[in-house]
């Protein structure tokens, strides 16, 4: 079963801050939070990942608490593109499998 | 291109058909997954590969599926006597390493659909 819960569906005026939350009360340690999303007919795309820190890149920031029990991922100018599926995911330490739950579908509005 | 391909990119079967789908990974990545992503669900782990060596195929959902990787590099899934339950899209990603620091990358996945 997924280690993380995301809210089914979120809206977003463009332009604005998208800021999707998720739920990970059951993290070790040595997880990391990974977040992905999917455009229709695509593959799953790398957003971002840490493990304790906040992290920043290109596309996303990615803010933990700091009992890393739950994160939220900031798309700071979310445009039409940016709608999608958007996955959040730990990484399993026990094994190699990287488990996805339903998601958050999220819906950029003009 | 640099990025993971799949091929073919639609496949459609008679049921009873065998069906096997490629994977060609980022050039020097160690690890490769299938997975299997059914209409409006999110993708369900089938298969791990770390270089040939397959680790861990617990997600595979009957002995009709069998997963290859014979050098390292390209993998091939197979599904032998397929079934219209087997119909999704089939997705195989690849990272660099088996560290849990290593982002997955995907391909576009093959979309398989069982007459």
């Known amino acids: 079963d997924a280690k993380t819960t995301q809210p089914p569906s979120m809206d977003c005026a463009e332009g604005r801050a998208a800021n999707l939350p998720c739920n990970h009360s059951t993290i070790s340690g040595n997880e990391y939070v990974y977040w992905y999303r999917q455009i229709h007919s695509q593959g799953p795309q790398y957003i971002i990942h840490g493990l304790k820190n906040n992290e920043t890149n290109e596309m996303a920031s990615l803010i933990i608490t700091e009992d890393r029990k739950s994160s939220t991922l900031i798309l700071p100018h979310a445009t039409l593109r940016d709608t999608a599926v958007y996955y959040c995911?730990?990484?399993?330490?026990?094994?190699?499998?990287?488990?996805f739950g339903a998601g958050t579908r999220l819906f950029v509005k003009a | 291109g640099a990025g993971v391909s799949q091929s073919p990119r639609y496949k459609v079967a008679k049921r009873g058909q065998d069906v096997a789908l490629r994977c060609d990974p980022i050039?020097?990545?160690?690890?490769l997954f299938w997975y299997q992503q059914a209409l409006g669900q999110g993708p369900e782990f089938l298969t791990y590969f770390q270089n040939e060596a397959q680790l861990d195929k617990s997600g595979l959902p009957s002995d009709r599926f069998f997963a290859e990787r014979p050098e390292g590099s390209v993998s091939t899934l197979k599904i032998q006597r397929t079934q219209q339950e087997d119909s999704a899209v089939y997705l195989c990603a690849s990272s660099l390493d088996r560290g849990y620091n290593s982002p997955l990358h995907f391909g576009n996945g093959t979309r398989l659909t069982v007459t």
């Open positions: 050039s020097g990545h160690v690890s």
């Open positions: 995911i730990v990484r399993d330490t026990g094994g190699f499998k990287t488990i």
